[in-house]
């Protein structure tokens, strides 16, 4: 099976050091996949990695993965790809979800729609090598992203592969997510990518299950001082039960 060459390499910064007085954002998905809110913080990613944005639920994971992805205005972030100054519409035009439900292309016909990307790219391969490299199914080959399931991601994946897309990113979910997609062979598909100089992001709560995948996981949780004595001396004035709160 032939290999194309690898992209060419790259770097994204991300420079928080402008915010002074605004230190979180906040972003809505709509009503599907919610909302989030990150706590601004300066970044670097690599292409060719995978990597697991971690943190508590609604607390930066997804609206990290998103702003990379294109979908989130910068404000006053200062975003660079290899040192040179980037906006949000150069992100766009070379990011890819790997989660197609709410997409333009959910209604994507499989082999139909990476056909059509080999032939607009021009791109060296065929839908036999991309399917045999995404672990792609011949039964599933007419059906729309949206129908699939376990073969949904990878289908996303092949489809952003032959669209030259660079980025992939997806929404939060939990580790158990990720283990079943990589049980039925996910992670194949993501190398796949890195392996082409794509960069994959995925957000979850935890590090359980990423940190065996992921070439580098970013924390983003931060220490959050909750005043607890205060709390428990509320609920003694009014419930009389200051105990409730160890």
């Known amino acids: ?56 639920y609604e607390q930066g994971c997804m609206y990290l993965s998103y702003l990379l992805g294109g979908k989130i205005d910068f404000g006053d972030l200062k975003m660079s790809w290899n040192g040179n100054c980037i906006q949000r519409k150069d992100l766009e035009c070379i990011s890819w979800n790997l989660e ?8 994507s016909i499989v082999k139909k729609a990476v056909n059509a990307a080999i032939r607009k ?10 399917q045999e490299r995404f672990c792609l199914t011949p039964e599933r080959e007419d059906q729309r992203l949206f129908q699939l399931s376990g073969e949904r991601w990878r289908a996303s994946a092949a489809l952003g592969f032959a669209k030259n897309k660079r980025i ?41 299950f990423l940190k065996h995948i992921a070439d580098e996981c970013i924390y983003l949780d931060f220490d959050r001082h909750y005043e607890i ?18």
């Open 1 to 56: 099976m032939k290999r194309e060459k690898q992209k060419d390499s790259f770097q994204i910064t991300i420079d928080a050091s402008a915010y002074t007085s605004l230190i979180e954002g906040a972003a809505c998905f709509g009503k599907n996949d919610g909302r989030d809110c990150w706590r601004y913080s300066s970044q670097q990613f690599e292409s060719g990695k995978i990597y697991g944005l971690v943190s508590e």
């Open 100 to 107: 197609p439900a709410c997409e333009p292309y959910r209604k």
């Open 121 to 130: 790219h021009k791109l060296d391969t065929t839908f036999a090598e991309i």
């Open 168 to 208: 992939f990113y997806a929404p939060y979910n939990p580790s158990v997510f990720y283990y079943q997609m990589c049980q039925s062979a996910l992670l194949k598909s993501l190398r796949e990518l890195t392996d082409s100089g794509a960069l994959v992001l995925l957000p979850a709560g935890s590090d359980n």
């Open 229 to 246: 004595e205060a709390l428990r001396q509320r609920y003694q004035q009014y419930f009389g039960r200051g105990d409730w709160i160890r």
